[in-house]
């Protein structure tokens, strides 16, 4: 209907921008194309998700470490097919002050050829692996599509890169579907929902033998993809010459894996948990948990704001992340606005008469449901209702995603459904390359791969016509 308001989903691509900028969320008015400031608020809220991820690899014996942004040329240029991938994205330093550099470095867009010979001058023998390592640092790519703030950059500043070394390939086979697991608990944590394909073999990491990635569907149709695993065989190893003693006494190549996310995590995480009124943060990220806004009435602006300070303390006290907001110039409404701007999980409001019945009003930011309960039980109420709110969060995502994909037994049908932006679409395939590729010219969408969980697949080759031996992921993409 004509001057119908749209949707935060309708308008999507500028409520995004406005939503980071006006919840303090990162800043991308720098003066260089693709990147950002991580702008105090944000940065909190990056570092509580960047805690579940250390805490996940930590778990499972990974170890965290720091290598050098430089890669010397001839470093970098070592794995063929490595460089190829990445020749028209790395940044090159090409002098040291005024001094031309005998060696031009480039800015790591990834770290295989940092890491693998220094893992050469510390691997001796079978008793020295499986070395798991990771690190989180900044990458650089030189990104000539047009960016998008946290999604498509130039500086990824929170790119996490675990590389694994192992004494066979059944070890890093074993390696890669731990990484699977891990990051399945990472985005359940997240409350973002995704799908696990197999990448098609012309769209795998550079110098990998199989990829894996994980991807999500934003409200537009498009899907964004969130975190990858890949098998690196002995590509790396035989290139770098990374060898040890096996248990016969025999000299062979080690076997690696590398695995990584990056700040695309957090935009989907903002993403798929907004509407209109702005972000709804996970509770166990937000940077606060809980707001305390006081009601006040003239001549109890005191008691209330004493009552207020003492709900603070207490939950301090249970070390849940609260903040009072007894800002005198601003209305309670004002405030209201601010607080749902950015996400803040849960609400408590103390107005004169909740003083007097002893009594809190809590405000779901999911759904904004109020309830009320003694004071008493303020902590108790708190805990359970971020608990909710998590839990919603999740199953909400999760039935999104699940009401999107869809499958066709033909290319037109394909193609109507991406069209029509409805989200992800299964079509069955021969699984030969010229076939998976006519399938994303065709529809004008990219093949996210095949599903890693095999499902049965019926019907023939969207193409060909020959029998569909996968069901292959189809969509339009970030």
């Known amino acids: 209907m004509k001057g119908e308001r749209k949707t935060w989903k309708e308008k999507f691509s500028e409520w995004f921008r406005k939503v980071i900028s006006e919840a303090g969320i990162v800043d991308y008015r720098y003066p260089i194309k693709g990147c950002g400031v991580w702008l105090p608020y944000g ?14 690899l930590d778990e499972r014996g990974h170890e965290e470490a720091l290598f050098p942004l430089l890669i010397p040329e001839d470093l970098f240029a070592k794995e063929s097919a490595h460089i190829k991938g990445f020749e028209e994205e790395a940044y090159w330093v090409t002098h040291g002050g ?10 790591r867009p990834t770290s295989e050829t940092v890491i693998t010979p220094m893992v050469k001058l510390w691997v001796r023998s079978h008793a020295d692996l499986p070395i798991k390592i990771y690190q989180i640092v900044n990458i650089f790519r030189y990104e000539t599509k047009a960016t998008k703030p946290l999604i498509r950059v130039r500086e990824v500043t929170t790119f996490k890169e675990a590389h694994t070394f192992h004494a066979s390939h059944d070890d890093a086979l074993k390696q890669v579907h731990e990484a699977i697991e891990i990051y399945k608990r990472f985005f359940d944590e997240l409350c973002i929902p995704y799908v696990i394909s197999q990448r098609p073999e012309w769209d795998r ?11 999500t569907m934003f409200p537009d149709g498009r899907t964004l993809q969130i975190g990858t695993v890949h098998d690196l065989g002995q590509k790396f ?32 995480m903002l993403t798929l948990h907004g509407d209109d009124r702005g972000l709804i943060l996970p509770p166990n990220v937000a940077p606060i948990q809980v707001i305390v806004i006081p009601i006040p ?7 209330v704001n004493d009552a207020c300070r003492k709900i603070v303390d207490r939950l301090r006290g249970e070390r849940i992340r609260v903040k009072l907001d007894d800002r005198p110039d601003l209305t309670p409404g004002s405030k209201f606005y601010e607080w749902e701007m950015r996400g803040v999980p849960l609400r408590i409001e ?3 008469r909740d003083v007097e019945e002893k009594e809190v009003t809590f405000v779901s930011r999911d759904n904004f449901e109020k309830l009320v ?50 989200g992800i679409v299964h079509v ?7 076939c998976g590729l006519e399938i994303e010219r065709a529809v004008k969408a990219r093949v996210l791969g095949v599903p890693s969980a095999e499902e049965r697949v019926t019907g023939s080759c969207v193409v060909c016509g020959r029998e569909g031996k996968f069901l292959v992921r189809l969509a339009r993409a970030y």
């Open 98 to 107: 005024s001094t031309k550099l005998n060696v031009k470095m480039a800015l």
């Open 205 to 215: 990491f550079a110098g990998a033998l199989s990829s894996y990635a994980f991807d």
């Open 428 to 434: 069955p395939w021969c699984g030969e390359r010229e």
């Open 237 to 268: 190893a035989r290139a770098f010459d990374v060898k040890f003693e096996d248990i016969a006494g025999n000299r062979e190549y080690v076997w690696q894996t590398s695995y990584g996310i990056s700040e695309r995590v957090i935009a989907a």
């Open 43 to 56: 940065f909190k809220l990056r570092r509580n998700v960047l805690n579940i991820i250390r805490r996940l």
């Open 350 to 352: 103390v107005g004169p």
């Open 297 to 303: 009435y003239k001549g109890k602006e005191e008691l």
């Open 373 to 422: 309960c003694k004071e008493g039980e303020v902590v108790e109420k708190t805990k359970f209702l971020l608990t909710e709110i998590q839990k919603r969060l999740r199953e909400r995502a999760w039935d999104w995603l699940n009401a999107h994909i869809f499958k066709a037994e033909s290319l037109e049908k394909a193609k109507e459904l991406i069209d029509s932006g409805l």
